[in-house]
């Protein structure tokens, strides 16, 4: 049940036209996608993950990302691998909170989608918090909660 509430779609930062990442997010973390440029060898690639700043690039050449994110992560629990494309899970150090993006001022949802990105992280809330219910019907009306705070809090 839990998988019905996962995100739908990931969400995709353009700029100058051309797509530099797409990502998504869940309770407890933020996963960034980075389409890898051909005939490169995956050795070459990298990526720093630290507290609050990620730098993703090929050694030898300008970093393609190298900007702060937009909360800090658990870099201990962080990690990226490589297939068709770079995949960056981020461990959020606050679980639950809703990121508007995971890198600062880069793609940065509108205030409706971040409404609705927070409304379907309260309803995975629920689900894990009260397994034996089906919450992907559910529907807020009005102000949805923050899923970090509300009644409490999340429980680690």
Not at 9 to 31: C, M, P, Y
Not at 62 to 79: A, E, I, M, Q
Not at 141 to 152: A, E, R, V
Request: proline share 7%; charged share 25%; aromatic share 10%.
């Amino acid at each position: 049940m839990s998988e019905k509430l996962a995100p739908e779609k990931r969400h995709s930062f353009i700029h100058n036209g051309q797509k530099v990442f797409e990502w998504d997010q869940t309770l407890e973390e933020a996963n960034i996608y980075i389409s890898l440029p051909q005939n490169v060898p995956t050795k070459l690639f990298y990526c720093k993950i630290q507290s609050k700043h990620l730098e993703v690039g090929i050694k030898g050449s300008s970093p393609y990302l190298n900007h702060d994110l937009t909360c800090p992560v658990k870099v201990d629990s962080s990690f990226w691998t490589l297939d068709d494309v770079m995949h960056i899970t981020l461990q959020k150090r606050d679980r639950g909170q809703t990121w508007p993006s995971p890198i600062y001022g880069q793609g940065e949802l509108d205030p409706h989608s971040v409404d609705k990105e927070q409304r379907r992280l309260m309803l995975q809330r629920f689900q894990e918090e009260n397994p034996g219910f089906d919450f992907s019907q559910a529907e807020f009306t009005g102000i949805c909660p923050d899923p970090k705070t509300f009644m409490g809090g999340i429980k680690h």
